[in-house]
């Protein structure tokens, strides 16, 4: 008599369910398997985005009158005009005590008595006291001139002359307002716009 002997089934028992679960993994592994190209996050991409939000965030800021620091040596005139501040323009600021073209102070102004008769003083003229133009100005207007060009010619715009955003201080003298515009117009500045701050209603009569 033989002795017993392991039967085919008790040998191959074990094996199959082994062999299964090895097939059910490597199929796992296949369905759930991703793209190595996408398997990561595009941080250039989302640079992208914020930067050019940015870009506009603060195009928007610096244009609006909400973005015009008040103080005392600059206090914008208030009006009920209803129509939209301008998005396009060289920013000139008359304040009290200087004029800036963007950020960079181009004029030292005398004092308030003398500008009433002189504006921006005889020596910041071409012809003495009386001459309506103001040359550090007309300077720096020049090279701003130059710059708006370009980028009109490239946002498909007439570049034939600028515009220019004019943000004066309420008490300013009348002669150094007009001396201002007349600089504007010498230096191919076609338009101006005067930022001012929007009031509730009329001032009463």
């Known amino acids: 008599m033989n002795p017993p002997?392991?039967?085919?089934?008790?040998?191959a028992g074990p094996a199959a369910p082994a062999a299964r679960y090895k097939a059910e993994l490597r199929r796992s592994i296949r369905r759930n398997a991703m793209d190595p190209e996408i398997n990561f996050l595009n941080i250039t991409a989302?640079?992208?985005?914020?930067?050019?939000?940015?870009?506009?965030?603060?195009?928007?800021?610096?244009?609006?009158?909400?973005?015009?620091?008040?103080?005392?040596?600059?206090?914008?005139?208030?009006?009920?005009?209803?129509?939209?501040?301008?998005?396009?323009?060289?920013?000139?600021?008359?304040?009290?005590?200087?004029?800036?073209?963007g950020d960079d102070k181009v004029v030292t102004l005398p004092s308030r008595d003398s500008m009433v008769q002189t504006g921006a003083g005889a020596n910041n003229k071409r012809s003495g006291p009386q001459d309506l133009y103001i040359v550090p100005l007309g300077n720096a207007l020049q090279a701003a001139r130059k710059t708006d060009k370009l980028i009109r010619q490239a946002k498909g715009?007439?570049?034939t002359m600028s515009e220019a955003i004019v943000i004066a201080d309420g008490t300013t003298p009348y002669r150094l307002l007009i001396e201002v515009l007349h600089t504007l117009g010498q230096n191919e500045f076609g338009r101006y716009h005067l930022m001012v701050m929007q009031a509730k209603s009329a001032p009463p009569k």
Do not use: C, H, Y
């Not at 323009?89 to 005590?97: E, P, R, W």
């Open 46 to 101: 989302m640079l992208d985005i914020m930067t050019i939000i940015l870009v506009f965030l603060l195009k928007n800021l610096g244009e609006t009158t909400a973005s015009v620091p008040q103080s005392d040596d600059l206090r914008l005139p208030t009006s009920i005009i209803q129509t939209q501040p301008p998005t396009e323009g060289v920013i000139v600021t008359v304040s009290k005590s200087q004029i800036l073209v």
């Open 157 to 159: 715009l007439d570049p």
């Open 5 to 11: 002997g392991p039967s085919p089934m008790g040998s």
